[in-house]
């Protein structure tokens, strides 16, 4: 039996937001390499290099360590069975903290601008919250598969 149609809405958004947080990134990027002072290889360092390691810290802790991974998975569990991503409201509170983060680097790189300060935060605070969102997705996938939860979720309302 196939999933239920609120899981489908639950998982459309999961990976709506991770995919919309990535292009988000990427437009902050070309942004702040066109406008920031400095030389190639220091953006690189502050878009790319350290930004990669904060999101690959936050992406590999949730799925390397049980306790963390059992955390997440509980939560993201409950924001399912609560109605998450499943209506106007909540896809709204969602692209409200999409575009507040996008707002952050954005006004961040600004002021760099102003500042002649790299705004290394900001890219890897992002990065970082872009390897929960990529490390809910998978953890998604493996409620999915999930044999005592998978009976709700082929009948969930």
């Known amino acids: 039996m196939g999933v239920s149609a609120s899981w489908r809405m639950f998982r459309r958004m999961q990976y709506t ?4 947080g990535a292009l988000i990134y990427a437009a902050a990027c070309a942004h702040a390499w066109r406008v920031l ?3 190639a290889a220091a953006k690189l360092q502050g ?7 904060y999101f690959a810290a936050t992406l590999a802790v949730p799925l390397a360590a049980p ?13 399912f069975r609560t109605g998450f991503g499943q209506s106007v409201v909540s896809v709204l509170a969602v692209v ?3 575009a507040t983060a996008a707002a952050f680097i954005y006004f961040d790189t600004s002021r760099g601008v102003r500042t002649g300060r ?15 969102l990529l490390a809910q997705v998978l953890l998604l ?6 044999p ?9 309302a």
């Open 47 to 53: 878009m790319a290099l350290w930004p990669a390691a």
């Open 141 to 146: 996938r493996l409620i999915e598969r999930d």
């Open 17 to 20: 937001a991770f995919a919309v």
């Open 96 to 98: 409200l903290v999409l």
């Open 37 to 39: 002072p400095g030389d």
């Open 148 to 156: 005592t939860l998978r009976p709700q979720i082929e009948a969930a």
């Open 118 to 132: 790299f705004p290394q935060s900001a890219f890897s605070a992002y990065a970082a919250g872009l390897g929960v």
């Open 67 to 79: 306790p963390i991974r059992h955390l997440l998975k509980t939560h993201i569990w409950i924001s």
